[in-house]
Nanobody
Framework: VQLVESGGDLVQPGGSLRLSCDCR????????VSWYRQAPGKERELVAT????????TYADSVKGRFTISRDNAKNMAYLQMNSLKPEDTAVYLC?????????WGRGTQVTVSS
């Protein structure tokens, strides 16, 4: 099983990034996917979740209206589109795939929002 995040970068406040999560070694279409983030000295925070079919998603209040989670089950990929980025969005962003039996994690990608 592998989850590999990419797309993290240094971006100015107000900018945008699109994170990707390449998922391999399991039946991706049967798993929900979440993006978490962890900033230095802070607890890991759930950012967004999308169900296996992709028909429903939920967001943390802190990112609602700015971030969009999506998935492509044909490509075994998940995405997090991040717009109107703020310095407080700076963190390592981690991809998580889960169902009632299994919980898989990637190693994360760094997002830094700074002028």
């Amino acid at each position: 099983v592998q989850l590999v995040e990419s797309g993290g970068d240094l971006v100015q406040p107000g900018g945008s990034l699109r994170l990707s999560c390449d998922c391999r070694g399991f039946t991706f279409s049967r798993f929900g996917v979440s993006w978490y983030r962890q900033a230095p000295g802070k607890e890991r925070e759930l950012v967004a979740t999308i169900i296996s079919s992709g028909s429903r998603s939920t967001y943390a209040d802190s990112v609602k209206g700015r971030f969009t989670i999506s998935r492509d089950n044909a490509k075994n990929m998940a995405y997090l589109q991040m717009n109107s980025l703020k310095p407080e969005d700076t963190a390592v962003y981690l991809c998580n795939a889960h169902n009632s039996l299994y919980d898989y994690w990637g190693r994360g990608t760094q997002v830094t929002v700074s002028s």
